[in-house]
T-cell receptor
């Protein structure tokens, strides 16, 4: 049973516009969420994270929103750039001492110049 | 600051053989985790080591094992390789549980 779901396998956005990537989770014990970007033949690169005690976290062009009641989080990229084209993974973990990440299957973002 | 280094980058093995993959974490990171990435299953957690002790293990058969050395470098071993073990194996290190985990570039294992 998939505990972290990214229901959109792909997303295309025009350069300069907003990209919104979505992620749903089922495990109510998850309390820390992370977003990663991955290019082919490379390891995932950490982008941004959020703790369950917050509902928003910003870092430059990246903002993550967390809706605990809906068990939903989203990553906003504004403005989108062609270099943002990659696969984006949502990940979650539970417990302060947990080091195990549960990943979604990813969303491939294509930013069109 | 050097990142997470995984060796080798590519590996081709025959069914039934065994393989050992290596991971050198970022200096000062004592936690090292391993993940398997396949097209069908995505990224799946294998195990995590801290101070030479395995603390967490994912849902993989006993053919998958690992260890960590006193300098935090880690190895994972897969014995009796099967075709389904073909995957990208990723190692990640972190200084603590609520930090971003830094991944290496991975080892692409192909079993023929």
């Amino acid at each position: 049973d998939q505990q972290v779901k990214q229901n959109s396998p792909s997303l295309s956005v025009q350069e300069g516009r907003i990209s919104i990537l979505n992620c749903d989770y089922t495990n109510s014990m998850f309390d820390y969420f992370l977003w990663y970007k991955k290019y082919p033949a490379e390891g995932p690169t950490f982008l941004i994270s959020i703790s369950s005690i917050k509902d928003k976290n910003e870092d430059g062009r990246f903002t993550v929103f967390l809706n605990k009641s809906a068990k939903h989080l989203s990553l906003h990229i504004v403005p989108s750039q062609p270099g943002d084209s990659a696969v984006y993974f949502c990940a979650a973990k539970s417990g302060a001492g947990s080091y195990q990440l549960t990943f979604g299957k990813g969303t491939k973002l294509s930013v069109i110049p | 600051k050097a990142g997470v280094t995984q060796t080798p980058r590519y590996l081709i093995k025959t069914r039934g053989q065994q393989v050992t993959l290596s991971c050198s974490p970022i200096s000062g990171h004592r936690s090292v985790s391993w993940y398997q990435q396949t097209p069908g299953q995505g990224l799946q957690f294998l195990f995590e080591y801290f101070s030479e002790t395995q603390r967490n293990k994912g849902n993989f058969p006993g053919r998958f094992s690992g260890r960590q050395f006193s300098n935090s470098r880690s190895e994972m071993n897969v014995s009796t390789l099967e075709l389904g073990d073909s995957a990208l194996y990723l190692c990640a290190s972190t200084p603590g549980s609520d930090y971003g985990y830094t991944f290496g570039s991975g080892t692409r294992l192909t079993v023929v």
